[in-house]
C-alpha cells in the first residue's frame, strides 16, 4: 500500500433488510481474494434498544441506526472497488454518480465507530480478557467496563459494567467498543 492510497471509510448503499448479507458477503470475499490490505472493516452500524415486553420485563435489541447502508473501511483500488460494488444486494456507494466518497474522521465518529475500534486480524482480536474498553454505542455507551470473555467466530465480547447498581455482563460485537 503506498503512501498515496490511504485508507478510509466509505457508506454503500444496499437493498433494505441486506445489510448483514453485504457485510458477510464482502467480508468472505476479502478472505477468499486475500484483500485484508485492501478492505479492513465492514460494518453495520447498530445501537441497543431497550424494549419492554407485554409482560413488563425488559429487553436489549439491537437495531440498525442507518437502514440500507453499510460502512466499508478500504483502500479505494480498482480491485476493491469492484468487489465491494459488485456485491449481491448492493446499489452503489454513495457519492456523486456512485462515485465514492471519503468519510471525514468526525463523521465516522458521529456514526457511532470510534477509531480505536479493536481489530480482528487473522481470526485474532486485539483484546484480552481482563481489559478495560469503553462502550462506544447503545444506551450504555460511554460506559467503562472490562472484558470477561472473547467469541471470535461471532466477533462478540462479554462485558462487565456497572449497570443497575451492580456488575452486569452484556454481549456487545466488536464494533461497538473501543479499547482504553
Known amino acids: 500500500m503506498s503512501e498515496l492510497q490511504k485508507e478510509s471509510w466509505y457508506v454503500v448503499h444496499t437493498y433494505s433488510g441486506h445489510e448483514n448479507k453485504v457485510k458477510a458477503t464482502i467480508e468472505k470475499a476479502v478472505k477468499t481474494r486475500g484483500m485484508e490490505d485492501c478492505i479492513t472493516q465492514v460494518v453495520v452500524p447498530t445501537e441497543d434498544?431497550?424494549?419492554t415486553t407485554k409482560t413488563g420485563k425488559e429487553k436489549i435489541r439491537q437495531r440498525k441506526v442507518y437502514p440500507?447502508?453499510?460502512l466499508v473501511k478500504m483502500v479505494i483500488t480498482d480491485e476493491s472497488w469492484y468487489v465491494v460494488r459488485n456485491t449481491k444486494g448492493?446499489?452503489?456507494?454513495?457519492?456523486p454518480g456512485s462515485k465514492p466518497v471519503p468519510l471525514s474522521e468526525e463523521e465516522v465518529r458521529s456514526m457511532g465507530i470510534d477509531i480505536n475500534t479493536p481489530k480482528i486480524v487473522d481470526g485474532e482480536i486485539d483484546l484480552e480478557i481482563g481489559d478495560a474498553i469503553r462502550i462506544a454505542s447503545g444506551p450504555f455507551?460511554?460506559?467503562i467496563g472490562n472484558v470477561e470473555d472473547i467469541n471470535i467466530e461471532k466477533k462478540e465480547v462479554k462485558?462487565?459494567?456497572n449497570a443497575f447498581g451492580k456488575q452486569t455482563p452484556f454481549t456487545m460485537d466488536v464494533e461497538g467498543i473501543e479499547k482504553i
Open 49 to 51: 434498544v431497550v424494549e
Open 90 to 95: 448492493v446499489t452503489g456507494f454513495v457519492g
Open 141 to 143: 455507551m460511554g460506559q
Open 159 to 161: 462485558v462487565s459494567i
Open 68 to 70: 440500507s447502508y453499510v
